[in-house]
């Protein structure tokens, strides 16, 4: 019996000096080092995430901050991490997502910023494949032109450009259906475009007048 009490005191004695242990190495460890900073994983009702004990305790809440980081449009978040002078881990040590008031200006404005220059390049891409096509279709024709009345005669054309001995259907080619047409006589005819006039004779232009 003597001996059960004996192992029973010794027993406590032990925890206790567990426990007095611990505690002494809690104490030294918040106050220094990592631990002064992670002595409360909840600051201001934030958890803290820089220090290497606060990494351990809060890898989870961590991981999703990181997470949040790698799902954000790309131009969206270098314009954050450039307006914030800070890197991805400098705002993860900080507890910041993208979605923390502190940046909630910025990613708004930077969200703006980059929905604009993409719809400026969406619409400066439209206009140059518009360009591209309208050459390309201006080639064709002048292709066409070329095969049909010669090089010289399609230059003219291509040019909106009208030189004596062109025919009938090259002027319209050219510049289109007159806005009047006068026929003096069967032989002659004097078409005219706004200002300009063209006379043909026997069915070729004879004389152009501006």
């Not at 004695?13 to 809690?26: D, E, H, P, T």
């Not at 305790?57 to 314009?79: F, H, P, T």
């Not at 800070?86 to 929905?115: F, M, Y």
Request: charged share 25%; aromatic share 4%.
């Amino acid at each position: 019996m003597m001996a059960r009490k004996a192992f029973g005191r010794l027993s406590a004695f032990r925890v206790r000096s567990l426990a007095i242990g611990l505690l002494a190495c809690l104490t030294i460890t918040i106050a220094t080092g990592d631990g002064a900073r992670a002595q409360s994983f909840f600051q201001n009702g934030q958890p803290v995430c820089s220090g290497s004990l606060a990494r351990a305790l809060n890898s989870s809440y961590i991981s999703r901050i990181r997470s949040e980081w790698a799902q954000l449009d790309g131009e969206v978040k270098a314009c954050v991490l450039k307006r914030a002078n800070a890197s991805v881990d400098q705002l993860v040590d900080q507890c910041v997502n993208p979605g923390h008031r502190r940046l909630s200006r910025t990613l708004s404005a930077c969200q703006s910023s980059v929905k604009a220059a993409r719809l400026a390049r969406a619409e400066e891409e439209r206009s140059q494949a518009a360009a591209a096509a309208a050459a390309a279709k201006a080639e064709a024709r002048r292709n066409a032109l070329a095969e049909k009345y010669g090089e010289e005669i399609a230059d003219h054309i291509m040019a909106k450009r009208v030189v004596n001995g062109m025919t009938t259907e090259q002027v319209q080619e050219a510049l289109g259906s007159p806005t009047r047409r006068d026929v003096i006589p069967a032989n002659y005819e004097l078409w005219v475009y706004g200002g300009k006039r063209v006379a043909l004779l026997e069915g070729r232009v004879s004389h152009v007048e501006q």
